[in-house]
């Protein structure tokens, strides 16, 4: 699975993106995908997934206020990102797997930054 993010740029605090990760190359339907977050010095954060199935998964810091959707007809997976926060700044990055658990050891995208100020 081929996979291309858009979407990402410089919001201020309290303000909204829409992410949207482009797939193409394998059966889009049977795969999970999420979202990934690194920020510098950091982890990499699994943020958002869905399962090929949808169901969800959210990080604590992020319930509530972040929106995961995937549309097989189209073969994207979005995220909206409401109430965005300066600690939401990172790379973010979309991945594909055969599970929510297994998104890690899948395919990747070259990622999208996200800037939010204070």
């Known amino acids: 699975v081929r996979l291309v993010e858009s979407g990402g740029g410089l919001v201020q605090a309290g303000g909204s993106l829409r992410l949207s990760c482009a797939a193409s190359g394998s059966i889009f339907s049977r795969n999970a995908m999420g979202w990934y977050r690194q920020a510098p010095g950091k982890k990499r954060e699994l943020t958002a997934a869905?399962?090929?199935?949808?169901?969800?998964y959210y990080a604590d810091s992020v319930k509530g206020r972040f929106t995961v959707s995937k549309d097989n007809a189209k073969n994207t997976l979005d995220l909206q990102m409401n109430s965005l926060k300066p600690e939401d700044t990172a790379m973010y990055y979309c991945?594909?797997?055969?599970?929510?658990?297994?998104?890690?050891?899948?395919?990747w995208g070259q990622g999208t930054q996200v800037t939010v100020s204070s």
């Open positions: 991945a594909a797997g055969i599970s929510i658990a297994t998104l890690t050891s899948g395919s």
């Open positions: 869905i399962s090929s199935g949808g169901s969800t």
